[in-house]
T-cell receptor, first 110, second 110 residues
Framework: DVKVTQSSRYLVKRTGEKVFLECVQD?????MFWYRQDPGLGLRLIYFSYDVKMKEKGDIPEGYSVSREKKERFSLILESASTNQTSMYLC?????????FGPGTRLTVL | GIQVEQSPPDLILQEGANSTLRCNFSDSVNNLQWFHQNPWGQLINLFYIPSGTKQNGRLSATTVATERYSLLYISSSQTTDSGVYFCAVERGQAGTALIFGKGTTLSVSS
């Protein structure tokens, strides 16, 4: 069965903190994605990766970076968290087009 | 870029009723997926359906690629069907990031 896991379901951080969101998939998928979901704005693409050590910017990469050192793991980094990064963060992976999502991390930045 | 529009934005049903959700997209696409987001935020794959018709239990989907729309049918709705239904299309080649519609929020009451 397909499995995408995210390190935390809920996270509360302070403004200015460095935040790491981890995503792991066990399906040997090459493609991995980070989206954020906000009321009224839907899901928006932050970054994606087609292979280890490769990354591409999505629609809203400002304030974020990513790391993909191993095929199964794709990390989203908030270099200096701000209140406007309070959101639901969703990770996904795919191989042949079908995307599978993790459970999401609801991040609150105070 | 490709625009994805879903209708209706909200739908309220009594248990047992049938419904049709619509997704229009502005350009030809290689991939179209339907997702259900449950109340806990998890996005669950329903269908990968770039064209044709598929059925899975009480749910079925039809995509008419030449006319740029897809329909999701829910028959004999149950309270567990409540949540947000998203249509998403691929931006380019297979395996690339998805562009999501704003979703249809379905509420099924007993």
């Amino acid at each position: 069965d397909v499995k995408v896991t995210q390190s935390s379901r809920y996270l509360v951080k302070r403004t200015g903190e460095k935040v790491f969101l981890e995503c792991v998939q066990d399906m040997d998928h090459e493609n991995m994605f980070w989206y954020r979901q906000d009321p009224g704005l839907g899901l928006r693409l932050i970054y994606f990766s087609y292979d280890v050590k490769m990354k591409e910017k999505g629609d809203i990469p400002e304030g974020y970076s990513v790391s993909r050192e191993k095929k199964e793991r794709f990390s989203l980094i908030l270099e200096s968290a701000s209140t406007n990064q309070t959101s639901m963060y969703l990770c996904a992976s795919s191989l042949d087009g079908t995307q599978y999502f993790g459970p999401g991390t609801r991040l609150t930045v105070l | 870029g490709i625009q994805v529009e879903q209708s209706p934005p909200d739908l309220i049903l009594q248990e047992g009723a049938n419904s049709t959700l619509r997704c229009n997209f502005s350009d030809s696409v290689n991939n179209l997926q339907w997702f259900h987001q449950n109340p806990w935020g998890q996005l669950i794959n329903l269908f990968y359906i770039p064209s044709g018709t598929k059925q899975n239990g009480r749910l079925s989907a039809t995509t008419v690629a030449t006319e740029r729309y897809s329909l999701l049918y829910i028959s004999s709705s149950q309270t567990t069907d409540s949540g947000v239904y998203f249509c998403a299309v691929e931006r380019g080649q297979a395996g690339t990031a998805l562009i999501f519609g704003k979703g249809t929020t379905l509420s099924v009451s007993s």
